[in-house]
């Protein structure tokens, strides 16, 4: 929800009420996201909408839009500590692309972070910049040495 809601108000609503409102996402659909299974458990999340359903982004001065075109973003992606470094990240972020494509995108957009020498698993949070290389995204713009704006025409 960090991306969907003002700063105070993601902090406002910390816990609970931030999960409810995930929840309520989910009921309401499209789903906000794709998940990643290993049988029936859920391993890895990914997720992916509108541009215009973060908000977070447009007050971003390193993320901000780079052009008018209508843009489905993959904000956040998890993976189960198990089930990391195995290529999963790459696959969600293509399974994001398919299902936005789904929903009508022609262009889906991520955020990753470069990882210069090492970087805590939870500060990834947006995904590495190999995932979404390996998902055949490429770089579209960089006001940031560490975090490129990367896209796929779906």
Same mark, same amino acid.
């Given at each position: 929800m960090t991306w969907r809601l003002s700063r105070a108000d993601f902090h406002r609503n910390k816990g609970d009420k931030n999960r409810a409102a995930l929840h309520q996402l989910v009921s309401d659909g499209p789903a906000p996201g794709v998940l990643a299974y290993a049988e029936a458990?859920?391993?890895?999340?990914?997720?992916v909408a509108p541009r215009t359903a973060y908000p977070? /982004?447009?007050? @971003?001065?390193? #993320?901000?839009?780079?052009?008018?075109?209508?843009?489905?973003?993959?904000?956040?992606?998890?993976?189960?500590?198990?089930?990391?470094? /195995?290529?999963? @990240?790459?696959? #969600?972020?293509?399974?994001?692309?398919k299902f936005a494509k789904s929903q009508g995108a022609r262009i889906v957009e991520g955020y990753p972070q470069v990882v210069d020498g090492s970087l805590p698993d939870a500060f990834v949070w947006t995904g590495l910049e190999q995932s979404f290389l390996k998902a055949e995204f490429v770089e579209v713009a960089r006001r940031s040495p560490m975090r490129p704006i990367v896209r796929i025409q779906t």
């Open positions: 458990e859920a391993v890895g999340w990914c997720a977070a /982004l447009e007050r @971003s001065r390193v #993320l901000k839009p780079i052009d008018d075109q209508q843009v489905w973003s993959i904000s956040c992606l998890f993976v189960a500590k198990k089930y990391r470094r /195995l290529g999963l @990240s790459a696959q #969600l972020v293509t399974a994001a692309a």
